[in-house]
């Protein structure tokens, strides 16, 4: 109990001070936590596997080593199996997924019933133009019930769909009262062909999100197709969504057939019930807004690999996030 007091006493003066001592010798642990991300502290959801690809559990927060442009950083802040989830589903629903839009819903929906009571989830709808239909809410029957009322039409608008939901991200993580880990689970079977963004902007929002991107390429025989054959508009949109899941610590799938779905969305849903979410203070001084590349390790754990974001903006205001 006496270090339960001490650890939250510690949290409090994060908030309140937006400073921490970045010396001391052991991660904070976290129990429950309800304090707000974003005053200083650098939030990393991290995904550890083997060699295998099995997910490794357990861990604490002394298995954990963080670097900052190579840098060593003291851990601030650890938490694993207790952190809630935000979970966006975003599903391309323009005409070319008339045929498979019966079996994406029911896969989408599997995801959605492995929510804990403290999760949430929202849907949102990719076609001609990005909405939101559903957003963020624990109630799992408005959710679903959202999924099977979607329909098809249109074209693709697949990076303006990426602009509106990790927008909606950062409104949620501005107005949340506690730390909640976010996951966006994207869905499209063919090629931007309607976004006013540019692979560019895909990027950086990528970077600047702290959201954890699942990307789900349903390419169909397409996904054979030696690359040496890829034209240059399907060579660029793979390159960009391969990017965008790398850059924010997530995914990338190809399946040939809807019928894969199901497991995909299952594998998603055990990733994200393995995650840690883990918090260090920026060791160099805020004010640049540049870009600091991070890295996790796992010294004691010869084979494991710990996959998060690439890093993050020091923010021009001095605040690490």
């Not at 200083?40 to 490794?56: I, R």
């Not at 391309?92 to 929510?115: E, K, N």
């Not at 949620?172 to 090629?191: P, T, Y």
Request: charged residues 25%.
């Amino acid at each position: 109990m006496d270090y339960l007091r001490s650890f939250h006493r510690i949290l409090l003066a994060v908030i309140t001070l937006a400073t921490l001592a970045v010396h001391d010798s052991a991660p904070v642990e976290a129990q429950g936590p309800t304090f707000k991300s974003g005053v200083a502290m650098v939030p990393l959801t991290v995904t550890v596997t083997d060699a295998t690809g099995k997910y490794v559990t357990g861990l604490t927060g002394n298995d954990f080593t963080v670097f900052e442009d190579g840098v060593e950083q003291p851990l601030s802040f650890f938490a694993s199996d207790d952190m809630p989830l935000d979970v966006a589903l975003a599903l391309d629903t323009s005409g070319s997924m008339r045929t498979d839009l019966p079996l994406v819903q029911s896969a989408a929906i599997g995801l959605v019933r492995s929510l804990r009571a403290c999760d949430r989830g929202a849907v949102v709808e990719v076609k001609d133009t990005a909405v939101i239909p559903q957003p963020f809410t624990s109630d799992r029957t408005l959710i679903e019930r959202t999924i099977r009322s979607l329909s098809t039409s249109g074209s693709t608008a697949l990076y303006d769909g990426l602009y509106v939901v990790l927008k909606e991200f950062e409104r949620e993580r501005r107005a949340a009262a506690q730390v909640r880990r976010q996951a966006l689970v994207l869905l499209s079977d063919g090629l931007d062909n309607t976004s006013h963004l540019t692979f560019d902007d895909v990027i950086d929002l990528a970077r600047r999100a702290d959201v954890s991107i699942y990307v789900i390429a349903l390419k169909g025989d397409a996904a054979l197709t030696p690359r040496t054959q890829l034209d240059g508009p399907s060579l660029r949109a793979e390159y960009t969504m391969r990017a965008v899941a790398r850059e924010s610590g997530g995914r990338i799938f190809f399946p040939r057939s809807a019928r894969e779905l199901p497991a995909i969305y299952d594998g998603i849903a055990r990733e994200l019930a393995s995650q840690y979410e883990l918090g260090f203070i920026p060791g160099k001084p805020g004010g640049d807004g540049a870009f600091r590349r991070v890295l996790v390790r796992l010294p004691a754990q010869a084979n494991a690999l710990a996959r998060t974001r690439s890093g993050y903006y020091a923010s021009r205001t001095g605040a690490g996030t």
